[in-house]
Every structure is written in C-alpha cells, then in structure tokens.
C-alpha cells in the first residue's frame, strides 16, 4: 500500500496559537487527500475532503476558516488549526486516495494536538 | 440518514475465534472495508469486500451479504497482538467513506 507520513508526530500548543500539520504521500501522487479527527473513544470524523489544486469540501459542522487545507501538490497537504482552544484538541489523521485498488484509502500515522 | 452499527465491545481468549458484526444502511454501496486500529495509532487496512461471500485473507477473513446489509470479520488463532478496535467503513454512492464507531476487541490470555 501507500506510504504516508505526517508531521508533526505530536504538539503541544497554548491556546490561541495556530498549528500546521503536514501530510505527504510519500510514493504515490495522491489525487484526493482526506482528514480526519479522532476524539478518544470515538471513530474517525471525517473534517474535509481536498483535492489538488482545488478547493477543499468540508463536512457539515466544520468550520473551514479554523481548519485551513491547503493541497499544493499530488504530494502534500497541510492542516492549519487557527486559533486553537483546548476543545481542539485531538488525534488527527489524514489519509490519501489515488488510483489505487478497491478505492482504498492510505491513512498517516496521525498528528496528537493538544492545547493547554 | 446513513448508518454502520457494530458492537461497542468484545472480549475473546487467546487461541479462540471471534466474529465482529456490522450492519449498515447507506446511500448506495461501493464496497466495505474492515480496518484495523491500536490504542493511539492510526487505522491500518484489514480488508474489502465490494461483492457478496468471503474473502480470506490468513487468521482474518471478511464476509458480506449485500442484500442483508450485513458484514462481519473473522478472527481465526486470536493472538494478544489482536486487542485493537476494529473498524467497518462502507463507501457510498459518492465514494466518501462512512465510518463505524469500532468494536473494542480484548484479548484475554
């Protein structure tokens, strides 16, 4: 399957700062990239889907000037938490889809914000 | 409105078999994926199925039935390694990935 990495592992922020949490598709060009939010004892929640070169599609309930995706390339897209409060924090995990079989996503091992 | 249940918590014996179930209701079907997923790690794939049987796959083994709604994953030789929660994803009609709360699966020796 597809490699992907993120950065940073985890951060500690205070609250009121902003944090960028890249993803990178480290062998394939990924057409679409997908993240997601994780509260603990929860299953993912789907935040945004971004595609390359476009506009990222948010998820009801998100809000897309707080959670900025920029997808530049078939290679990288970045998460931006503006403005963190402590209800922001969270695992964040993105994933990617390509060509690939079965429509399978590839999923990072996930960014632990937490904001003091 | 679309829908994946699946049982909240399992416990199982080492060495034993376990079956997770899960039901869905979706806006159309475009296959169902079974992930894997240990305590503060990201999901790793299990499987997919996109037409009605079983898929095998070494201890785990993958079952849907299309017209029931119904999937459930096997897991044969239960290791402690096994204790994660396990997660039933279907994509519907627009390709997006609707996502279960995952079973709890705990392995007792």
């Known amino acids: 399957g597809a490699v992907v990495s993120q950065h940073p592992s985890w951060v500690i922020c205070k609250s009121g700062t902003s944090v960028k949490i890249e993803c990178r598709s480290l062998?394939?060009?990924?057409?679409?990239m997908f993240w997601y939010r994780q509260f603990p004892k929860q299953s993912l929640m789907l935040m945004a889907t971004s595609n390359e070169g476009s506009k990222a599609t948010y998820e009801q309930g998100v809000e897309k000037d707080k959670f900025l995706i920029n997808h530049a390339s078939l290679t990288l897209s970045t998460l931006t938490v503006t403005s963190a409060h402590p209800e922001d924090s969270s695992f964040y995990i993105c994933?990617?889809?390509?060509?690939?079989?079965?429509?399978?996503?590839?999923f990072g091992p996930g960014t632990r914000l937490t904001v003091l | 409105g679309q829908n994946i249940d699946q049982p909240t918590e399992m416990t199982a014996t080492e060495g034993a078999i376990v079956q997770i179930n899960c039901t869905y209701q979706t806006s159309g079907f475009n296959g169902l994926f079974w992930y894997q997923q240990h305590a503060g790690e990201a999901p790793t794939f299990l499987s997919y199925n996109v037409l009605d049987g079983l898929e095998e796959k070494g201890r785990f083994s993958s079952f849907l039935s299309r017209s029931k709604g119904y999937s459930y994953l096997l897991l044969k030789e239960l290791q402690m390694k096994d204790s994660a929660s396990y997660l039933c994803?279907?994509?519907?009609?627009?390709?997006?990935?609707?996502w279960g709360a995952g079973t709890k699966l705990i392995i007792k020796p």
């Open positions: 062998d394939f060009q990924a057409t679409t």
């Open positions: 994933s990617v889809s390509g060509d690939r079989d079965h429509n399978e996503q590839f």
């Open positions: 994803a279907v994509m519907d009609s627009n390709y997006q990935l609707i």
